[in-house]
T-cell receptor
């Protein structure tokens, strides 16, 4: 398996624009996670899905952020409108279960909002 | 709210020396994970600790979990340059709503000096 795939790897956009990040989890994994990493706040869990259903979105910072998982092999994280404080590295991860097994992280998307 | 604290935040050590990274957390949990992150890279799973007293070892790294003390340690033996990275612990709890939540520590940036 190719591992967790994320695209794009780098995204530079202007404030106010819509940004969509994409993730393909490892085949057979039931859980998908979206994280954000910044120097100030460290690594934060934004939302996670189980069998394509959102389970906990309490980490989503505000209504500008939304995530979907239309099928077992694809998820998106959308920011609309984007702001400079959204600049961060966004990781997607997947696992067979929530606990007992490690999560496999994708390479991340480095987002810069100017 | 679960707090996960790592110390030290930064650690420079000479090759060949031993040292320990500590991960303290503020609420009951018996599942803890250790990850490694190289600069500009994604996170890689190191250890999964699932019960009190669990000990896992891989090469020069050994992790342990004391759920009563709410403490996990990552011990480095005879450090080598390749171990230079940032190390994160992550603690899993079950929320009041019955779903699992994962909180990462602040990370410990380890630099091995020749």
């Amino acid at each position: 398996d190719a591992g967790v795939i994320q695209s794009p790897r780098h995204e530079v956009t202007e404030m106010g624009q819509e940004v969509t990040l994409r993730c393909k989890p490892i085949s057979g994994h039931d859980y998908l996670f979206w994280y954000r990493q910044t120097m100030m706040r460290g690594l934060e869990l934004l939302i996670y899905f189980n069998n394509n259903v959102p389970i906990d979105d309490s980490g989503m910072p505000e209504d500008r952020f939304s995530a979907k998982m239309p099928n077992a092999s694809f998820s998106t994280l959308k920011i609309q409108p984007s702001e400079p404080r959204d600049s961060a590295v966004y990781f997607c991860a997947s696992s067979w279960t929530f606990g007992s097994y490690e999560q496999y992280f994708g390479p991340g998307t480095r987002l810069t909002v100017t | 709210e679960l707090k996960v604290e790592q110390n030290p935040l930064f650690l420079s050590m000479q090759e060949g020396k031993n040292y320990t990274i500590y991960c303290n957390y503020s609420t009951t949990s018996d599942r803890l994970y250790w990850y490694r992150q190289d600069p500009g890279k994604s996170l890689e799973s190191l250890f999964v600790l699932l019960s009190n007293g669990a000990v896992k070892q891989e090469g020069r790294l050994m992790a342990s979990l004391d759920t009563k003390a709410r403490l996990s340690t990552l011990h480095i033996t005879a450090a080598v340059h390749d171990l230079s990275a940032t190390y994160f612990c992550a603690v899993e709890i079950t929320s009041q709503f019955g779903n699992e939540k994962l909180t990462f520590g602040t990370g410990t940036r380890l630099t091995i000096i020749p």
